[in-house]
């Protein structure tokens, strides 16, 4: 609650006011709930809930629910839930085989997905952009044809984006440098309004899954590779972002002094000695990633190291060293003391977690940091991109 003592921070106590009518609404996109219920799952006191409901159904964000909650001890309660539930979310993710748009509820059930192979011509974006159009198309005509007006559209690439009005910096797996994926989708789908599309990394919308299912701890790194190495890393409860959205690209650490030349014209980053490309390649599987997948190759990798084989375990103990260094860098750079493992990292999170304790800070009674492995796996980014499009709903809905 704010303060009394407001005299020097309206600003801030708004600010708080306003966190909290979010989360009051956030609470509520995963089904109705009386306000004793809401007050226990935001934290908030139940004085708080009663005036943070009042406030949103007085704007036509919350209503009163017909229904009521069963009958236990005392009287039934009153429901709330959010005004406009029947709503679509749209996810567009484009990877390095193929473009999918999901279509989501705010509670998290996914309606309809749509899929298909857009063939990796390298070099080339449109073939790659027609089928996003298409799934897009499909998905946007699915959520019609239920009633569902549309509240969120977003696309999540696996590359780095950045900039404003947002672009695709770089994909590695599709050879494209500088590309404005959002601008060419329009000139596609020529309803749409590109100004309100937002283009994610999807590291940056994994990461935020993983944040909240370790518990919203307030310092973390995260740490993963499918293709390439992306980072995020956590400080005072929020990812850093930077600049240029540049901030926890831990895969371009230059951990290596003059070592090999990167994609991004650095010398001896980290994802040239344990991105999938190095690895694969040391362990004599590029042939299987080119004929089966990155993802397929990965696997063969992981369990060839599991079961001991030579090539395989000598390119993971290669790696090691340098995994554990860029993730200590990144530790200390802002105290944190938890690490969280995605992609084929979350498979070597023992490993990872021995390495790290025996390069740690000694002094001053220090304890190496907590690592834990992904539990969300490849989902993680369609789901935390979901998360993002109801906080962005609810951040409109709150004007
Ligand atoms: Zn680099």
Known sequence: MPSPDSSRGSLTSEDVRRHNLGLVALALTSGPLSRSELALETGLTRGAITSLSAELIEHEIVRES??????GRGRPKTLLELSATDVALIIA??????????????????????????????????PVVDALAQVVSEALAHAASVGRPLADLSVVVWA????????????????WERVDLIGLLQQRLPRLRAAQIPLIADTSVAALEEHADAGSPPHLVYLKSDSGIGGAVFADGRALTGAAGWAGMLGHLPVIADGALCECGQHGCLVTVAGPDALLANAGLTDVADTDGLDAALERFVTGVRDGRRGFVDAWAAALPHVARTLQIALLTVGADH???GGYLAAFAEDIADELARIAVRAGGATPPQVTASRLGAEAALLGAERAARL???DTLLG
Do not use: W
């Open 66 to 71: 017909d229904r009521i909650a069963p009958e």
């Open 160 to 175: 780095p984006v950045g900039g404003s009005p947002a672009v695709v910096l770089a994909d590695t797996d599709l050879g």
């Open 339 to 341: 690490v969280v493992l």
């Open 392 to 394: 962005r709903m609810i």
């Open 93 to 126: 993710t484009l990877d390095a085989d193929r473009v999918e748009a999901v279509v989501s509820t705010l509670d998290g059930q996914r309606l309809a997905r749509f899929s298909r192979r857009h063939g990796r011509p390298i070099g080339d974006p449109g």
